[in-house]
């Protein structure tokens, strides 16, 4: 069984153009989010899927390895979908990683935790969670939230604090139910990633802005690996200098 990283970016994002070439103290966002997923032991190949020549030649002038893919692709999952196509000797079971191209602070030992869910063939699709602990985060609708049930499956992701805490105040609702921050980190089995790129996008993903929600309405299970550990996302030109502090408090 193969296991392939794969890091979706594109150039035009429209809060942050040009956002995997933004440099965090002195290096691309891009090349730290390959050197972390290159430097856990678990990957064959970590390549970065692209629809931008210039994204290409920085990965290939730090020593990267990098694919050329459409420009109208509308997810990551997407992108991904097509860059298997030109990797050779993919099979249905073997791995593959969504290693998101904004999160250049993931520890490697989070991708061991989701290689270790597909120690069952039966594990469709992976992902990450952490314990939310703060109320500003909760009740963030940028930081999206997972309900998993006993087994571990995700039962459903929302931008909402979900479930509502009846009965408390909502700064207080961590101190009486566990949420779960979810961390955009996926991994599918190849098979399963060919046919979840085929799906129409569905009523619960349209209406949430979650692609993982369309997966679930089609009765694909998903996974949820816990995690201790926070990532950082940079979404915006103002969170460089959120990420820079994160570098420095390390």
């Known amino acids: 069984?193969?296991?392939?990283?794969?890091?979706?970016?594109?150039?035009?994002?429209?809060r942050f153009p040009g956002k995997p070439l933004a440099r965090i103290t002195g290096k691309s966002m891009i090349q730290r989010v390959?050197?972390?997923?290159?430097?856990?032991?678990?990957?064959?190949?970590v390549i970065v899927a692209t629809d931008d020549i210039?994204?290409?030649?920085?990965?290939?002038?730090?020593?990267?390895?990098?694919?050329?893919?459409s420009s109208r692709h509308r997810t990551g999952t997407e992108r991904i979908g097509e860059a298997i196509k030109k990797?050779?000797?993919?099979?249905?079971?073997?791995?593959?990683?969504?290693?998101?191209g904004d999160e250049p602070f993931v520890?490697?030992?989070?991708?061991?935790?989701?290689?270790?869910?597909?120690?069952?063939?039966?594990?469709?699709?992976?992902?990450?969670?952490v314990k939310l602990t703060g109320s500003e985060e909760l009740h963030n609708p940028n930081v999206p939230k997972v309900i998993i049930n006993k087994f571990r499956d995700a039962i459903y992701f929302s931008r909402a604090p979900v479930p509502w805490c009846r009965g408390f105040e909502k700064q207080d609702w961590t101190k009486h139910h566990t949420y779960y921050q979810h961390i955009g980190i996926y991994a599918y089995r190849a098979g399963i990633l060919r046919k979840i790129i085929k799906l129409p996008p569905?009523?619960?993903?349209?209406?949430?802005?979650?692609?993982?929600?369309?997966?679930?309405?089609?009765?694909?299970?998903?996974k949820v690996a816990l995690t201790d550990h926070k990532s950082i996302s940079v979404d915006t030109p103002e969170d460089i200098e959120r990420a820079e502090k994160f570098l420095q408090e390390k």
């Open 54 to 69: 210039r994204i290409k030649n920085h990965v290939d002038r730090f020593g990267g390895a990098a694919i050329m893919t």
């Open 87 to 100: 990797i050779p000797g993919i099979s249905a079971d073997d791995i593959v990683f969504n290693i998101q």
């Open 107 to 129: 520890k490697p030992g989070s991708f061991n935790l989701l290689v270790r869910c597909f120690v069952s063939k039966e594990i469709q699709i992976a992902t990450l969670a």
């Open 1 to 14: 069984m193969k296991i392939i990283g794969i890091i979706p970016a594109r150039y035009a994002s429209s």
């Open 202 to 222: 569905s009523p619960l993903e349209i209406a949430e802005s979650l692609e993982q929600l369309r997966w679930l309405e089609n009765g694909y299970a998903i």
């Open 34 to 45: 390959w050197e972390q997923a290159s430097s856990a032991k678990c990957f064959s190949q």
